[in-house]
């Protein structure tokens, strides 16, 4: 079974593994405040041309989006989110368990507008009987694979700017993100117009970690509180600390890792376009989102695994390939071969 | 001004003061344990014929929503409602405040359907990175005014069968609903189509209280303790007896004083409708949501006051004018001569 | 039977009713946006002597405590109160509901110290792993009838100011402590010294309602967002301003009323002294904790009730004898007179 | 610098690390559905002679806290500790945060007995103004190295079963504990007499991971959502399964990890007393609490680490002092020869 299911089926980056067993009986302190911590954090600012910024790093996605929106939001403020958006659709409500709500707004691609934002808080700003708008939660890639340009990134700001909002953005799969054909980002940009933003590492060859880099001045104070009260802070921390340095240290596999996984998702698309499959959402990273008949998944099933998305109808079925940091090349070639094979007999 | 901005610009009828006056100095334990209160939920259970319901007394709606579905829902689930449902839009989030997430289904006359509930089951069902659908919530009539027939809510009352979910029904408005023309339930209806439900007072003729009935067995134990918990268990709960006895006890004020506040809408409704105004809504009860010219509306607002409800083009607004058990006849009558004045003209 | 169990078994003072029974049909917006309700905070402002502080009403004390307190405290800091504080025994678990730990400090008379408020955060201030005191709890009269004088309460105020803590007064009683011998302040005093606080109209006179007085600037922002949310808007807000208006119009009743609870409740605790009765707590307001031979209370159980405050032993109990501004002086002479004749006898 | 502050200053047994590494590029489904976990599972099951109980994994022992309690709790109801449990004074107060109170029962030891939990109820059950005592919350060893002896642990279960109550016991150093000489538990005997209990891997060996074994048939269902929904869900779950199958796979290497901890502790412990010196609290485990002189502290301060537990007076404070599996024997040879220096001189 090649399993194409998600993009967090394999353990981590040797380079990682390396780093773990080389310093495993080095004593440090706990909780996060140990030297491969410093030196991690030291990175990530470089990395983002952020000298200034707090550097905190959870073990979850999950983790990382509770503890940032319950550490800026007051009990009667709720966050304006793609009605697709992690937080709203696959985090058993985590966000409502800590008491705000999630303001989901229409999106058919898994993007937000500055308009609709402008707009949530014409609707209901100011009136005391509805939940406030006060923060704008994105990820990007979204959780269709789509993605943000800058200039769409910088327009986000600006209305965000204009209505005294922060502006949140869950970057779980950003490095697959970074190394897309179609991005025009860099790290240096998501920390220039972000308030506030993590770079996932569980999903990007490490075997778990995400560093939220905390830009505003007024978000920083206190938040190792809401880690610890969230259950989200490490005892042994300096692991995470060594996921970061093996992604940002020597030679930077972060990037090279996502390249990878990117490049096969477009091997992969491209040959089930030519093949005549269509696709749900048009998204030029590693999650791809075919449109195929249920027949065709039968005769892959048991050779691959992947994850249904969606039922389009009685013989159709929106399914998801996810390639990843340790996606084989054969592997997806193989994969291809077998559908030429479907398609073509 | 005369106002039809809401249903509680006055005090309450004069049997309920009276009582009140009349009771003043006697001396009662609190919390609702007193023989008011007592007397009031035997009547209460009388006219619902349900002589083993629970009845619990609070002072207002979102109280009376938050106890009750704080009380049955465990952390991970969620309650299904209307997209324009009063928990999901007017009560600040209070049930995200409690920790639970309100599950929104798409509607546009404020009502839900029995294959929408059993969608949203077949969605997220048994995931569990998704909040579990786990009761439903419906007002009737609805925040539009519109009303269920007892024809859909048995089959509502079927598919919570199907699915072991609790139907509750949030009745703030329930009297006008018992006294519109397009009624065909019953408070005894109600309390065998319910597992709970509870009967609006405040906006019927009360100067506040929500009467909860708990008909379902396994939902009555220990609903006190949350009450308290949610700062609802009113010191003196005589009073809320003495609303209730004011109600339901001779001549049962409750129906006759709601049957005032629907008929004079429907004149109301009537009058626009010879206008040639159009309705947002098709609502049978005391709320009437025309669409009228901005210019109309101007030479309205000094003599009388009203609620926007939604903007529909650049001259033309949505607006709720409501009647109560108060509203005057007369004053529906200048309103209605208004306005002939001015589309006549 | 003659209820001596709490100070809330009748209804209102004469001048409420009247105030209600006159002003029933009058129209007004909903919410406590009405002329009453203005009214009524400019008396409470002018009584206060802060023309600057925002005047909320809500309907009662768990309501008021739960609102102030979730208001101002972020998710990982907690209150300090006397252990014995209502919010730490008597509110099932109120403010844990709303995310935030009561953080008790002993205490025998219901008081705590400046001395207890600076250890607190000597403790834990700074550690993320434990809760940090961020706001002081206090009641006067607290829970035990007893007092803070203005000098201790002005060396709480300066502990306050020390550790950048707001210090939160619960009134519920405040009333009968205004009317104490042992007292030596004023509202003005209380205006002057706490950053936020309540004065108690359900047990001094009214049919409920709790008149919140915010003097920090800071603490006023968006309060009204947090009094929805728990339920705790009144929809007929104008009931709350009638019964302010009736405490403090007119010959200001509010005074008048406690002085006759307090002066009777000091000739009971005399007449028990001298029968060789003992105290649990050393009152000067309106509720007394005498240590009574459960043979005596036997023997007046069928005429009187109270409420058991402890059990001292197999003999002995120490149990509640609560005054109000209802309170009958031929109801105390009578008990004075049965004491005397079993004592005597 | 030798560090004794605590015992997670190491990764982790190199058992564990092999493993990890050997079974890195296997792929594997997500969130502890896959073969490691499910073999680990089956290994504690044997363990603990429980082959009906439900094993979770989390990655820590705040998580796994806040997740038992908060699954079984309802809203109004919380959970019984000693006052120094980890819950009431060292999770940045998680419990309030999920809603419910810790209902801290006085300790010197760090442990309750059963007549403290039969008083709660006593004094509180049944009261709808109080918080509900519905669960016990024990460490052992408790957070102060002492233990539960098998016979009290019985007798705890036999209140609980009175009370219908459930025994909920923190592992988090339980094999420290299963070490210690003055044990008389096995794994078996925690499973027979607890609800639900958790196996600490964090502090005995592996990189991180609890093991929480839910007895209690009645406590299983839809547990896993609660998990989700506090960030406790680790994407690549096979990493927790991978610790404990190195810790209960060939030769069990927990029981001899912590076997090697508490042996170095009793080691100092004894070397410690025979210099005279006195203990806050008498622990056969892993943790020692010495009062020391802080002239002798000042002089072993650049060699070696420690925890400040509580200052003592002026000149005395007590430390703690934690060995862990990695503590090597000649480390612990130093400090006693360096303490025996300093009080011989």
Redesign the interface.
Known sequence: ???F??D?????L?QI?DL??K????????YGEDVFCEKARELIRRECQAPDADVYFV??G??AN?VVI??YL???Q?VLSAVSGHIN??????I???????L?LPSTDGKITPRQVKKAVEDHGGD?????PAMVYISNPTEFGTMYTKSELEELRKVCDQLGMPLFLDGARMGYGLASPGNDLTLADYARLCDVFYIGA??AGA??GEAIVICNESMKK?F?????????????G??LGLQFLGLFGNDKPFYSACQNAVDLAIRLKDAMSDLGIKFMYDSPTNQQFPIMPNNVLRQLEDKYSWNVQEKIDRDNTCVRFCTSW?TREEDVNNLIADLKKIYNS
């Open positions: 079974m090649v399993r299911e998600c967090y089926s394999e353990g981590a040797p593994l773990m067993v310093t495993n009986m080095e004593q440090t302190p706990g073990v979850g999950t983790q509770k319950q550490s007051k009990s009667y709720g659709v696959h985090e058993t409500g985590t409502e368990a800590g008491g705000h709500k999630v989901p005391h009987h509805c939940v406030q569980t999903k075997l778990f206190d190792k509180y809401n880690i610890k009260q969230n259950g989200a802070l490490l005892a042994k300096r692991l340790a």
